[in-house]
């Protein structure tokens, strides 16, 4: 489904943003902040795949 991929590119960066900005303000996770915001990166964009999935699959189901 490309739809999915094209939906991910928008949903991805919004998803690491918000699991990276506590990590910042935070001041007891901040002694290890090389380690820990590539690591909610990470977890924000796996987070996203399904979300866009879901996302995309309602737009092809309204579309057909």
Do not use: D, N, Y
Not at 18 to 41: D, S
Not at 46 to 61: C, D, L, N, Q
Request: net charge positive.
């Amino acid at each position: 489904m490309g739809g999915a991929a094209l939906v991910s590119v928008f949903i991805a960066p919004v998803a690491a943003g918000v699991l990276v900005l506590p990590t910042l303000l935070t001041p007891a996770l901040q002694a290890e902040l090389g380690k820990r915001i590539p690591m909610a990166a990470i977890i924000g964009l796996v987070v996203a795949i399904p979300i866009a999935w879901t996302i995309a699959k309602s737009f092809a189901g309204k579309a057909a």
